[in-house]
């Protein structure tokens, strides 16, 4: 079963760019990579999804390299608001979904 | 349209009585999924549903934990003779089909406390 590991916590200043990485050294050829935001007293939600190379939309980024053992989840210039418990997940149909642990962000003013 | 709804949003109970947490998917998602959320923690996935239908059961915490599927909707966790371990935040989500790289609309979750 693949595991996933993210730093518990990271600290930043509104304005500046977050990368987040999550490792995940025995991902399955299938699994796809995908990014929640939780709020507190909220369910999470979606952000991005990869597979593999980079992927942007319009709140964030993701970065995959080659060997698809991490990945790093980029919020360019994050507000207050940003605040919030990241999440990755691999997922592949037939397998059992495997979030990471969460990482803390604290955006500071 | 409506998001994912989850009922009750809380619920009190004694140890060792039965509870049921009843999720709501959005309309036509035939996935759901359940997750168990204690206190600073992240999420445990427990069970998901391909229709009716629960092909894997092995993330549920004991066999105290049951869940149901009905007419490709409504979703009920049960747990019986609950512990204090039990107390957490209990997460439903739902997605159209059943793939790894489906986007998951997760509900607001029931918050269980067992005293």
């Known amino acids: 079963l693949a595991k996933t590991t993210q730093p518990i916590s990271m600290d930043s200043y509104e304005g500046q760019e977050v990368n987040i990485t999550c490792s995940h050294n025995?991902?399955?050829?299938?699994?796809?990579i995908t990014w929640y935001q939780q709020f507190p007293s909220q369910g999470p939600r979606f952000i991005i999804q990869?597979?593999?190379t980079k992927v942007t939309n319009e709140v964030a980024s993701l970065f995959i390299p080659a060997d698809r053992k991490s990945s790093t989840l980029s919020l360019p210039r994050v507000s207050l608001s940003d605040t919030a418990v990241y999440y990755c997940l691999l997922g592949d149909a037939g397998n059992m979904l495997t979030f990471g642990g969460g990482t803390r962000l604290m955006v500071k003013p | 349209g409506a998001g994912v709804s989850q009922s009750p949003s809380n619920k009190v109970t004694e140890k060792g009585k039965d509870v049921e947490l009843r999720c709501d998917p959005i309309?036509?998602?035939?996935?759901l999924y359940w997750y168990r959320q204690s206190l600073g923690q992240g999420l445990e996935f427990l069970i998901y549903f391909q229709g009716n239908s629960a092909p894997d059961k092995s993330g549920l915490p004991s066999d105290r934990f049951s869940a149901e599927r009905t007419g490709g909707s409504v979703s009920t966790l049960t747990i019986q003779r609950t512990q204090q371990e039990d107390s957490a935040v209990y997460l439903c989500?739902?997605?159209?089909?059943?793939?790894?790289?489906?986007?998951?609309?997760f509900g607001p979750g029931t918050r269980l406390l067992v005293l």
């Open positions: 309309s036509g998602h035939t996935a």
């Open positions: 989500a739902s997605s159209l089909v059943w793939r790894g790289d489906e986007t998951q609309y």
């Open positions: 025995n991902i399955a050829t299938n699994d796809y």
């Open positions: 990869g597979y593999k």
